[in-house]
């Protein structure tokens, strides 16, 4: 071990970073109970997927009709890849001495050739054995086992913080935080749960400055000018705040709304509320489907809850209510979660292969570039929303119209359309970086194509990764919310932004104009957010760039959408 490595220099000054760590563990634990049904949410949609899933491939390769020849042809194709990362990590003894009497120029892809045939005889093996069933009935176990911990209290919880709760004829609440108003006990909550965002914020921000002072190396490194020049960049500070919001939003979604997504979103009719009645002169209850209907908001005054308002139940609406009665609030928070799943899945499935791609046309060029460049154009001389509704109509009785309400498979048509706009932002920096002298001699030296593009490539398109990405994430939830308007996309009750626009369409123009109008706005707003993060993390990448985007890549990227 390096006498100055940051072992080292925890060993010998170990009380900063324990304390550090003291406090995550206790940030932790106040929300230990939301991670661990987090957690409990993920595994259990995993294995709902798991099993049909299983069974669709398996009728696939039985049937051997184009669904078996696109199922074996993708498998052949994912089996190469692994073969690929685990001989380029890790390797295979046996592989290299069954491989070692080939020439050296095939014998690498015949190291890959092998293990990736291994792969795809152990796949084939899961799947015609059953193998899925015991990964699912040990994943249910997994799951079992931390249960019990997801029901333990949090510090945000509903239950910590209750909003739900009647008024007596004296004026006085029941059932609610301290018996105070529906409004200030959602207020109270609503005002911990951003306390909480802002200690973890502030606390990864002192871990920063501790490991800057006592456990890093360098006296100083470029880091340090980048969140120098952030510090200062006023309008990214502006996007990094909405984002921020939009996060904590997606995150706490269960813990914000006024009532849970169960009750008011998904199983109206299941559930039950206490109110006063003053015709009985008692407490009696109501089916909150029944207490909805006579809360709609449907543009006129006698029927309209608008922001900040309580309906006849002491249900308190701080966006007003829906059409259908349900509250808006609720709705949209839960739509925020929504929205970021699909928009990471999208973005983080067309970076990918538009990386792969740009690195692959910067260091082959000739065939390969022109192959890249001409399905790229065949792909972006389409409409785009021309494109997203025909995919979406096409694949809709597909198992991924199953996966997260059809947000998977949402996912996957935005990523297929999308992956030519970053291509085209990443294929430039790739050339330039392509002609570097280190590369040359990385090639000259024998370093396999793989090898170089993964270790003297890659590392330097992390900064525009980055920066498009977050451009192309408000894009991509701008082009979730317009098919959700047009009625494509995640299938209802499902809740997402673009569907409360269109609810409330027809009623822009009367009392009732919240439904459209404060969700029009959120979209609006987060993707400029995202927006000025991805201006942000350009100046501090690169200082020296343009402020306008006069690429056509990077202004798809910033108006996003369709």
Sequence with gaps: MAPDSPSARFRSRPLPALGWFTGVAVLIAAELGRMAAGAVSVGTAVAAATGPTATWVRGALASRGPAGVAVVGLSVLLAWLVGVVV???????????????????????????????????GCWLAVRFGAADAVHAVGETALAAVRPIADLPTLTARETVPNRGYQLPDGTWRGTFLGLSPAVAWGVRVLLIHLYVLAWAAWVWVGYLLFRAHYRRADWTPRDDAVRRLRGHRWGQFGLVVVGLFLTMALFAPSLGTTTAEQNLYSPFSHTIQYYDPDLGRVTEILVGNANSQTRSVGYAAENLGPGSYDRFGRFHPFGTLTNGKDLFTFLVHGARVSLVVGLLSVGASTVVATAFALLSAYYRGVADLILVVTSDTVMGVPRLLLLILLTVLLADTPLAGLYDGGVLLA????????????????????????????????????????????????????????????????????????????????????????????????????????????????????????????????????????????????????GGV
């Design 87 to 121: 001989a380029a990590r890790v390797g295979s003894e046996r592989v290299e001495a069954a491989t070692a009497a080939l020439p050296p120029r095939l014998r690498r892809p015949a190291e890959r050739v092998g293990l990736g045939g291994v792969v795809l005889v």
């Design 412 to 559: 996957l048509v935005l990523a297929a359309t999308g992956w030519p706009f970053l291509w085209r932002a990443f294929r430039g920096p790739s050339l330039q970086i392509a002609e570097r002298d280190w590369v040359d001699a990385a090639r000259n030296y024998g370093q396999s194509p793989l090898g170089i593009m993964r270790l003297h490539m890659l590392p330097y398109l992390v900064g525009y990764l980055l920066i498009y990405s977050s451009l192309v994430l408000g894009g991509v939830i701008l082009a979730i919310a317009g098919l959700s308007f047009l009625g494509l996309g995640v299938t209802p009750p499902t809740p997402e932004w673009g569907r409360a626009v269109d609810m409330g369409r027809e009623y822009v123009a009367t009392e009732s104009w919240h439904i459209s109008l404060i969700p029009g706005a959120m979209v609006t707003l987060v993707v400029i957010g995202f927006n000025a993060v991805g201006d942000a993390l350009r100046d501090v990448v690169d200082p020296q760039s343009d402020s306008g985007a006069t690429d056509p890549s990077e202004t798809e990227s910033r108006g």
